[in-house]
């Protein structure tokens, strides 16, 4: 068991909630969290590097000198990769290099993340996160309150909340987002995780049900009898 602090916005500790990662996730597996950190940064990635072949430099493709007689080695095009402002071997063409794992073993890698930083003592709640106007300073206030001052920070809410977006999104290391919208990569990547109770909530309600097992009752008939007439 672990217990996560929820606090207010002035800083004082309200209560403590006994979590078990289990009922998150029932196991923690290491390369299933590499493979889906992995994808999405592969999903990040541009892919518009290009360089220029033989063909597309600027040269001649005469041959630079006779074959023999020279004392030289052999020479044929100034293009040629291995002279100064030749083309480059096996150029490079832009590419995708986008990719998508199975839908279930994303969702699974998110709440694994979440439930291994539940174990490392790593998540705090706050009880709530509104603004009636946006104010960089008074999200500023709270974090400091919260003992979040200064770190790489995921901010979680249960909805998108433009004045709550607004007053975070200049803070450095903070990152907001809606709980819908979190994945292993956005909580594993800060040092710590913030989410508000109702965010906390709403997660906790769809990890359960996820990682309930399914049952399944028994199909086809009853079993014909063995007995003789």
Not at 22 to 38: F, G, M, N, Y
Not at 129 to 146: D, G, I, Q
Not at 171 to 193: T, W, Y
């Amino acid at each position: 068991m672990a217990s996560i602090p929820v606090y207010n916005r002035g800083g004082s500790e309200l209560e403590r909630i006994e979590v078990d990662p289990t009922e998150i996730a029932p196991r923690i597996s290491k390369q299933l969290l590499h493979d889906v950190v992995v994808m999405y940064q592969a999903n990040r990635r541009q892919g518009s590097r290009r360089t220029k072949s033989r063909s597309e430099v600027k040269g001649s493709t005469k041959k630079m000198y006779r074959q023999k007689g020279t004392g030289n080695a052999r020479a044929g095009s100034r293009r040629t990769n291995i002279r100064r402002g030749g083309g480059q071997a096996f150029a490079l063409r832009p590419r995708d290099y986008s990719y998508r794992l199975p839908r279930k073993a994303v969702q699974l890698a998110t709440r694994m993340a979440v439930a291994s930083r539940i174990a490392g003592e790593e998540v705090l709640l706050i009880d709530e996160l509104s603004f009636s106007e946006p104010k960089t300073r008074e999200m500023a206030a709270v974090l400091k309150a919260v003992q979040c001052e200064g770190q790489t920070l995921l901010l979680a809410t249960d909805g998108y909340d433009p004045n709550a977006y607004k007053s975070a999104r200049n803070i450095p290391g903070v990152q907001i987002l809606p709980v819908s919208d979190i994945n292993a990569l956005e909580v594993l990547r800060p040092k710590r995780v913030l989410m508000t109770r109702a965010a906390w909530e709403s997660f906790c309600s769809k990890a359960k049900s996820a990682a309930k097992p399914a049952t399944t009752e028994p199909a086809g008939d009853e079993p014909a009898s063995t007995e003789a007439n």
